[in-house]
Every structure is written in C-alpha cells, then in structure tokens.
C-alpha cells in the first residue's frame, strides 16, 4: 500500500521561502509520477507541479513557474517543492499525490492521482 507523508508547511510574509517534502513508502510501479497540488477554501484543487520518477521531465502550472522547483531524491523516494517569493495567493492546503497513469504526462490533473497525503498547510501574509 502507496503512503504519502509531507512536511515542510508553515506560515511566512510575502516574499518568503518555504521548501515541502513528500515521502513516499510502499511499492509502486515505476515510471511513476509524483505532483502537488493545492486547495485554497472554497477553491478547487489545482495542480502546482509534477515530476516523473524513472525519469526528470517535470511541469509547473503557470502561476508558479520561476518561482517554485520540483525536485526529487530517487534514493529516499522524495519529491519536494521549493517555493520562493510566496504570495498570499499561494496560501492554501498543499497535497502530494502519486501515480502510475501514463496520462499524468499530459495532465496535471487530480483525478489522474490515486495515491494522496493528508496535506500540510502554507499561509502567506503581509
């Protein structure tokens, strides 16, 4: 069974940095991608960025492109988010999320996710 741990959220001022980290433990197939999403209140989630293990290709949703890098340590099986130069429009729940569709290439959707963490929280103030 595919868990997903991530830490790393917090509270910063605009302009700040904040870097998140996703473990992943259990077996998956590989090529698999990996990607975070986030949901602000009464906003849908949306995809922030992916990566593909078994491979480097990555994707960034525009609203975060030069700002935030997706990396990965394919030893620890970890997927991060270095985000800089935070908005208060960043603020929201951050989720990673895995999975083996191929399709995940092509979207950053999330139902294309099987495997999700429980989130962890980025707030962003003046």
């Known amino acids: 069974q595919v868990q997903l741990v991530e830490s790393g959220g917090g509270s910063v001022q605009t302009g700040g940095s904040l870097r998140l980290s996703c473990a992943l433990s259990?077996?998956?197939?590989?090529?698999?991608?990996m990607g975070w999403f986030r949901q602000a209140p009464g906003e849908e989630r949306e995809g922030v960025a992916r990566?593909?293990?078994?491979?480097?290709?990555?994707y960034y949703a525009d609203s975060v492109k030069g700002r935030f890098t997706i990396s990965k340590d394919n030893a620890k099986n970890t997927l991060y988010l270095q985000m800089n130069s935070l908005k208060s429009e960043d603020s929201a729940m951050y989720y990673c999320a895995a999975t083996e569709r191929t399709l995940a290439w092509i979207l950053l959707a999330p139902p294309l996710y099987d495997y999700w963490g429980q989130g962890t929280q980025v707030t962003v103030s003046s």
């Open positions: 259990g077996y998956i197939e590989t090529p698999y991608y």
């Open positions: 990566m593909r293990f078994g491979g480097s290709d990555t």
